[in-house]
């Protein structure tokens, strides 16, 4: 894999550069199993020098929905607060089933940042490897950091509709082939079991290798092919609550494709309105 500072680095390229002082590490691990405490895990063990990139706390907590994308001004005063400054490389990890590192590489993205990368293979694949691990919490030193939200990079119900509508865009969901036929219960209760009509399936497990790492290029490219996604037409990527709609949405930055937003409040949000129309089956 070519290391890319702006979307992907190896564990070797962050493991070379862990005592850069204009590096930043975040841990953003998220577990939808409420028997995990990312936070906890984190104190316990994390690659020396990062900090916890909380995903629900730094949201938009006004909304109902689960940790949608915060306003600029809170993100830029949290991640003041953790030592995040301009002119910084951040690198982002996690220790998730479902990937969450992505999900904050998106968010930086959002708010214009565009010197993030996600770790390939994430935190088990750096503590597979016998890198260095520490419990020690850094200390941080508030750093200026400005923030310009990029509004072409998300999309609310209303443009997911219209777009569903109009099949101006494809819509391709990273949730289980089960639960996007509306064959298995969705883990949050009170929602419709299916998904956004003309939708494309592709779980994002399928962009990844056995040790975690995303895909090359060729893979990746026809893995969106066998899901009827055509690469060279608009994407928006949805999935439960808009995590794992970020690897689908990092796998196309790593392909060059340069029309794709993310619909943030995904099916937690499609899934709790009767008016909307879903659809079940592959169809």
């Not at 316990?44 to 938009?60: K, M």
């Not at 995040?84 to 708010?111: C, E, K």
Request: aromatic share 8%; glycine share 8%; with cysteine.
């Amino acid at each position: 894999m070519a290391d890319d500072p702006r979307v992907l680095v190896s564990t070797e390229w962050l493991a070379a550069r862990l005592d850069d002082p204009d590096l930043r590490i975040l841990d953003a691990s998220w577990h939808l199993d409420p028997e995990r405490d990312a936070a906890a895990e984190y104190r316990a063990a994390h690659i020396p020098g990062a900090r916890f990139f909380d995903i629900d706390e730094i949201s938009d907590q006004r909304s109902n929905l689960p940790h949608m994308a915060p306003p600029p001004e809170k993100f830029v005063a949290r991640l003041r607060r953790l030592g995040i400054g301009d002119g910084q490389q951040v690198v982002v990890y996690d220790a998730s089933v479902v990937r969450s590192a992505a999900r904050v590489w998106w968010l930086f993205r959002l708010m214009g940042k565009t010197d993030v990368a996600v770790l390939d293979g994430g935190f088990a694949k750096w503590r597979a490897e016998g890198r260095p691990v520490g419990d020690a919490l850094p200390s941080h030193r508030d750093r200026h950091l400005t923030a310009q939200r990029q509004p072409a990079l998300v999309r609310d119900v209303t443009q997911v509709a219209a777009a569903a509508k109009l099949g101006s865009h494809q819509i391709v969901d990273a949730r289980t082939p089960e639960r996007f036929r509306g064959e298995a219960p969705e883990p949050r209760p009170g929602l419709r079991a299916g998904h956004i009509p003309g939708a494309r399936n592709l779980p994002f497990g399928r962009l990844l290798n056995p040790d975690g790492t995303m895909k090359d290029i060729p893979e990746l490219q026809a893995e969106f092919q066998a899901a009827g996604v055509d690469l060279s037409r608009p994407v928006i990527t949805s999935c439960g609550s808009g995590v794992t709609a970020a690897v689908l949405f990092l796998a196309l930055e790593r392909l060059g494709h340069r029309d794709h937003s993310l619909y943030d409040g995904s099916w937690a949000e499609w899934g709790s309105f009767p008016d909307l129309d879903i659809a079940t089956g592959d169809a």
